[in-house]
C-alpha cells in the first residue's frame, strides 16, 4: 500500500482515536477545549503581533531566533513526552505489513494533525509576512513556510522514532517526570534573557546569534524570504537549500529508524536469549564507602530510592535544581544575597519529610525490622544521614558560589553557618513530621504526589514542618542579626561554629523525639503509606 492511500487512514486513525478518547469523560472532554482554545488565542495574538512587527528593524532578528527556539521545541518534546500522542509511536506499527517508506509518508500526514503544527503553521507564516516585502519575498515563502513546518514535524518524529525503545522504558518515563523540571528552568532562563535584553537595549544584542542561526534549518528557510526582502538572492537560495536539505535528511534518519525498530531485536530479547541476568552485587563500591550495621544498609537503601525511584529522583533533581537557580540568577542579575543560598538547604531539607510513604507499601518490610524505639531510632537517623551525604556538600557549593558572583566572601561563614542550621532544624521537623502525619504517594501516576484523602495531611506534614523549621533557626539568626546590628562584623564567622553546632544538636534531638512515635504507631503508619 503506497503512501497516497495511507495517509487517508492514518490521519482518520488520529482523528477517531481523539475523538473516542475525549468520549472517555466530560472533565477530560472539557480539559481539552479548553486547552484548544487557549492555544489558539495565543496562536493568534502571535500571529497578529508578528504581523504588526512588519517593517520594524528587529523584525527579521526576532523571527529568526523565533524559528529555530520552536524548532528547537520540536525535538525536545517527544523525549519528555513520548506518550502524548499514542498514534505516532511507530513501535505499535512493527507487525503491521507496511513497507518504511510508505509509513514515513502516513505518519508525516497524521502528524500535521493537531494543535502543534498549527501553532507552528501560525508562527512561521506570521514570521514570513514579518519580513517579506515584494513580489519575490512573497513567492519564496509559498515554498518556505510549509517547508519550515515540515522540517519542525519530522525532526520531531526522527528523534521519536531514534529513542522510541528508550522512552518507553523506565529511564524514558524518568525523563517524562522531569519534563516539568525542565520547563520550570527553561522558564527562569528566559526571563534572565529577557532583562538582559532590556539593559542591552533591545533585539539588536540578538543580531549576531540571529546571523548564525540564519543557516540552520528551520530557521534558514524564513531567513531566505528576508534576503529575498533584501535583495540578496545569491543568500536565499543556498538558504532554502539547507532547509530542503535538512528535510530530506531527517526523513533518511527516521526511515533508518523504522527499519531498525522493525527489523532488530530489542533490549529484552536479546537479554532473554541470552540467559538469566547478572544480578547486581550487594557489596558494591557505595557499600564499602558506607557504616557497617543497619546504618549502612538503611543508607544505600535509601540512595538507591534517590537514583532508581522516579518520584524521588524528580523531587530531589527538582529541589537541587530549584535550590541551585534561585540564588545564583538573583547574584547574576544583580539583586542578589549571599543570604539566599540558604533557599539550597531549605529545598533539599524538605526531602526528610514522609519519609515511610517514599517506601509506598514496601514499607510493611522496614516496619518488621523496628521493634523497638532504638529500632525506630537508628532507622530514622541512617534516613537523615543518607540525605546529609548529599545536602551538606550540595548546599556548601550553593553559598560558595554565590558568595563568588556577589564577591562577599566575608559573609561566606556566616551564610554557611545559617545554612547548616536550617539544614538541621529541617531534618528534625522531618523526622517529626514523618511520624505523626505519614500519607501514601501513588506510582499509578507521574503528576500525583498524594493518595485521594490525604491532601490535608500532606499540607500539615509540609507547611507546618517547614514553619517549625524556620522557628527552630531563631537562635542562629538572632546571634546574626546580633552581630550586625552591634557593628560587630568582624565577628559574623562565629555563626558558622555555632550554626554547625546548634543544626547538629536539633537534628538529634528531633529524631530522638520522633522514634517513640515511630516505634508505637507502627500499624497506623503502615496503614496511611499504603493507601492509594
Given at each position: 500500500?503506497?503512501?497516497?492511500?495511507?495517509?487517508?487512514?492514518?490521519?482518520?486513525?488520529?482523528?477517531?482515536?481523539?475523538?473516542?478518547?475525549?468520549?472517555?469523560?466530560?472533565?477530560?472532554?472539557?480539559?481539552?477545549?479548553?486547552?484548544?482554545?487557549?492555544?489558539?488565542?495565543?496562536?493568534?495574538?502571535?500571529?497578529?503581533?508578528?504581523?504588526?512587527?512588519?517593517?520594524?528593524?528587529?523584525?527579521?532578528?526576532?523571527?529568526?531566533?523565533?524559528?529555530?527556539?520552536?524548532?528547537?521545541?520540536?525535538?525536545?518534546?517527544?523525549?519528555?513526552?513520548?506518550?502524548?500522542?499514542?498514534?505516532?509511536?511507530?513501535?505499535?506499527?512493527?507487525?503491521?505489513?507496511?513497507?518504511?517508506?510508505?509509513?514515513?509518508?502516513?505518519?508525516?500526514?497524521?502528524?500535521?494533525?493537531?494543535?502543534?503544527?498549527?501553532?507552528?503553521?501560525?508562527?512561521?507564516?506570521?514570521?514570513?509576512?514579518?519580513?517579506?516585502?515584494?513580489?519575490?519575498?512573497?513567492?519564496?515563502?509559498?515554498?518556505?513556510?510549509?517547508?519550515?513546518?515540515?522540517?519542525?514535524?519530522?525532526?520531531?518524529?526522527?528523534?521519536?522514532?531514534?529513542?522510541?525503545?528508550?522512552?518507553?522504558?523506565?529511564?524514558?518515563?524518568?525523563?517524562?517526570?522531569?519534563?516539568?523540571?525542565?520547563?520550570?528552568?527553561?522558564?527562569?532562563?528566559?526571563?534572565?534573557?529577557?532583562?538582559?535584553?532590556?539593559?542591552?537595549?533591545?533585539?539588536?544584542?540578538?543580531?549576531?546569534?540571529?546571523?548564525?542561526?540564519?543557516?540552520?534549518?528551520?530557521?534558514?528557510?524564513?531567513?531566505?524570504?528576508?534576503?529575498?526582502?533584501?535583495?540578496?538572492?545569491?543568500?536565499?537560495?543556498?538558504?532554502?537549500?539547507?532547509?530542503?536539505?535538512?528535510?530530506?535528511?531527517?526523513?533518511?534518519?527516521?526511515?533508518?529508524?523504522?527499519?531498525?525498530?522493525?527489523?532488530?531485536?530489542?533490549?529484552?530479547?536479546?537479554?532473554?536469549?541470552?540467559?538469566?541476568?547478572?544480578?547486581?552485587?550487594?557489596?558494591?563500591?557505595?557499600?564499602?564507602?558506607?557504616?557497617?550495621?543497619?546504618?549502612?544498609?538503611?543508607?544505600?537503601?535509601?540512595?538507591?530510592?534517590?537514583?532508581?525511584?522516579?518520584?524521588?529522583?524528580?523531587?530531589?533533581?527538582?529541589?537541587?535544581?530549584?535550590?541551585?537557580?534561585?540564588?545564583?540568577?538573583?547574584?547574576?542579575?544583580?539583586n542578589g544575597s549571599i543570604y539566599l543560598a540558604c533557599f539550597a538547604a531549605g529545598m533539599l531539607g524538605v526531602q526528610m519529610y514522609n519519609q515511610f510513604g517514599q517506601d509506598t507499601s514496601a514499607f510493611w518490610m522496614v516496619a518488621l525490622t523496628i521493634s523497638s524505639t532504638r529500632d525506630a531510632y537508628l532507622e530514622l537517623r541512617a534516613r537523615a544521614f543518607a540525605l546529609l551525604v548529599i545536602t551538606l556538600p550540595?548546599?556548601?557549593?550553593?553559598?560558595?558560589?554565590?558568595?563568588?558572583?556577589?564577591g562577599d566572601w566575608q559573609a561566606l561563614p556566616e551564610a554557611l553557618g545559617l545554612s547548616f542550621a536550617l539544614l538541621g532544624a529541617m531534618m528534625a521537623t522531618g523526622a517529626v513530621a514523618s511520624a505523626r502525619f505519614p500519607y501514601s504517594i501513588p506510582q499509578d501516576s507521574a503528576y500525583k504526589n498524594v493518595a485521594p484523602g490525604q491532601a490535608g495531611l500532606a499540607w500539615i506534614s509540609i507547611l507546618g514542618g517547614?514553619?517549625?523549621?524556620?522557628?527552630?533557626?531563631?537562635?542562629?539568626?538572632?546571634?546574626?542579626?546580633?552581630?550586625?546590628?552591634?557593628?560587630?562584623?568582624?565577628?559574623?564567622?562565629?555563626?558558622?561554629?555555632?550554626?554547625?553546632?546548634?543544626?547538629?544538636?536539633?537534628?538529634?534531638?528531633?529524631?530522638?523525639?520522633?522514634?517513640?512515635?515511630?516505634?508505637?504507631?507502627?500499624?497506623?503508619?503502615?496503614?496511611?503509606?499504603?493507601?492509594?
Amino acid at each position: 500500500m503506497g503512501t497516497r492511500a495511507l495517509a487517508p487512514v492514518f490521519v482518520r486513525l488520529k482523528l477517531s482515536l481523539l475523538r473516542n478518547g475525549l468520549r472517555q469523560s466530560s472533565g477530560r472532554t472539557a480539559a481539552y477545549v479548553v486547552s484548544v482554545v487557549f492555544a489558539l488565542l495565543i496562536a493568534a495574538g502571535q500571529l497578529l503581533g508578528l504581523i504588526l512587527l512588519r517593517g520594524n528593524d528587529g523584525a527579521a532578528t526576532l523571527v529568526v531566533v523565533l524559528t529555530a527556539l520552536v524548532a528547537l521545541g520540536w525535538a525536545m518534546l517527544p523525549l519528555f513526552f513520548p506518550s502524548g500522542d499514542e498514534t505516532l509511536d511507530p513501535s505499535r506499527l512493527v507487525m503491521l505489513p507496511l513497507r518504511p517508506q510508505s509509513l514515513i509518508g502516513a505518519l508525516l500526514a497524521a502528524s500535521l494533525v493537531g494543535i502543534g503544527p498549527l501553532f507552528t503553521l501560525c508562527l512561521v507564516l506570521g514570521s514570513a509576512i514579518a519580513v517579506g516585502h515584494g513580489a519575490g519575498a512573497v513567492a519564496v515563502s509559498v515554498f518556505a513556510v510549509p517547508l519550515a513546518l515540515l522540517v519542525c514535524v519530522a525532526l520531531s518524529r526522527a528523534v521519536a522514532a531514534a529513542n522510541i525503545r528508550l522512552l518507553t522504558s523506565r529511564k524514558g518515563r524518568d525523563l517524562a517526570v522531569l519534563s516539568g523540571l525542565v520547563i520550570a528552568v527553561g522558564i527562569q532562563f528566559v526571563n534572565f534573557g529577557v532583562q538582559r535584553l532590556n539593559e542591552a537595549g533591545g533585539l539588536s544584542a540578538l543580531d549576531p546569534v540571529a546571523d548564525v542561526l540564519r543557516w540552520v534549518p528551520p530557521a534558514s528557510a524564513i531567513g531566505a524570504v528576508d534576503s529575498v526582502s533584501e535583495g540578496a538572492y545569491g543568500l536565499a537560495v543556498p538558504q532554502l537549500l539547507l532547509s530542503l536539505a535538512a528535510f530530506a535528511a531527517l526523513l533518511y534518519w527516521w526511515r533508518r529508524s523504522l527499519v531498525k525498530l522493525m527489523t532488530a531485536p530489542d533490549g529484552s530479547t536479546i537479554a532473554a536469549s541470552s540467559g538469566p541476568a547478572r544480578k547486581e552485587s550487594a557489596s558494591g563500591p557505595l557499600s564499602r564507602l558506607l557504616p557497617a550495621g543497619r546504618t549502612g544498609t538503611v543508607m544505600q537503601r535509601s540512595l538507591r530510592y534517590v537514583w532508581r525511584d522516579p518520584k524521588t529522583k524528580a523531587a530531589w533533581v527538582t529541589s537541587l535544581a530549584v535550590g541551585l537557580i534561585v540564588p545564583l540568577v538573583n547574584a547574576l542579575q544583580g539583586n542578589g544575597s549571599i543570604y539566599l543560598a540558604c533557599f539550597a538547604a531549605g529545598m533539599l531539607g524538605v526531602q526528610m519529610y514522609n519519609q515511610f510513604g517514599q517506601d509506598t507499601s514496601a514499607f510493611w518490610m522496614v516496619a518488621l525490622t523496628i521493634s523497638s524505639t532504638r529500632d525506630a531510632y537508628l532507622e530514622l537517623r541512617a534516613r537523615a544521614f543518607a540525605l546529609l551525604v548529599i545536602t551538606l556538600p550540595y548546599s556548601a557549593l550553593v553559598t560558595i558560589l554565590t558568595a563568588g558572583l556577589l564577591g562577599d566572601w566575608q559573609a561566606l561563614p556566616e551564610a554557611l553557618g545559617l545554612s547548616f542550621a536550617l539544614l538541621g532544624a529541617m531534618m528534625a521537623t522531618g523526622a517529626v513530621a514523618s511520624a505523626r502525619f505519614p500519607y501514601s504517594i501513588p506510582q499509578d501516576s507521574a503528576y500525583k504526589n498524594v493518595a485521594p484523602g490525604q491532601a490535608g495531611l500532606a499540607w500539615i506534614s509540609i507547611l507546618g514542618g517547614m514553619l517549625g523549621g524556620a522557628l527552630l533557626c531563631a537562635p542562629v539568626i538572632g546571634l546574626s542579626i546580633a552581630l550586625h546590628a552591634s557593628g560587630a562584623n568582624g565577628w559574623t564567622w562565629l555563626v558558622l561554629p555555632v550554626g554547625t553546632a546548634y543544626g547538629t544538636l536539633i537534628a538529634w534531638s528531633g529524631v530522638r523525639l520522633a522514634a517513640p512515635r515511630t516505634a508505637s504507631t507502627l500499624p497506623e503508619i503502615l496503614t496511611a503509606v499504603s493507601k492509594g
